[in-house]
Nanobody, 124 residues
Framework: QVQLIESGGGLVQAGGSLRLSCAASGRTFSSYRMGWFRQAPGKEREFVAS????????YYANSVKGRFIISRDNAKNTVSLQMNSLKPEDTAVYFC?????????????????WGQGTQVTVSS
């Protein structure tokens, strides 16, 4: 089992940057594929990015490709999301998620563990 705690959210102007971090408990962090999702008010939770257990493989939603970078540090049990060139439509609560296995999936129901979320607000 793993517990996830996100941090780094806040208010930023359009075009700015933010870095989200997710700290994981437990000794088996490197066994989990990690992902970031987001949910805007009145909308369904959507996939943002995913990273493989060894950090060598990443995958992004088209809406963030080229602007966001996901990374992980297995020695520190952390996964991060560097968000650049932020747009007002990036405004949402961002969630860190973990799943066992190597399957690359963008479906939220495939992730077993979730953080509590951190708010990101991008002003125009």
């Amino acid at each position: 089992q793993v517990q996830l705690i996100e941090s780094g959210g806040g208010l930023v102007q359009a075009g700015g940057s933010l870095r989200l971090s997710c700290a994981a408990s437990g000794r088996t962090f490197s066994s989990y594929r990690m992902g970031w999702f987001r949910q805007a008010p009145g909308k369904e939770r959507e996939f943002v990015a995913s990273i493989s257990q060894n950090g060598l493989s990443t995958y992004y939603a088209n809406s963030v490709k080229g602007r966001f970078i996901i990374s992980r540090d297995n020695a520190k049990n952390t996964v991060s999301l560097q968000m650049n060139s932020l747009k007002p439509e990036d405004t949402a609560v961002y969630f860190c998620a973990a799943r066992m296995g190597t399957l690359l999936t963008v479906r939220s129901r495939d992730y077993e563990y979730w953080g509590q979320g951190t708010q990101v607000t991008v002003s125009s």
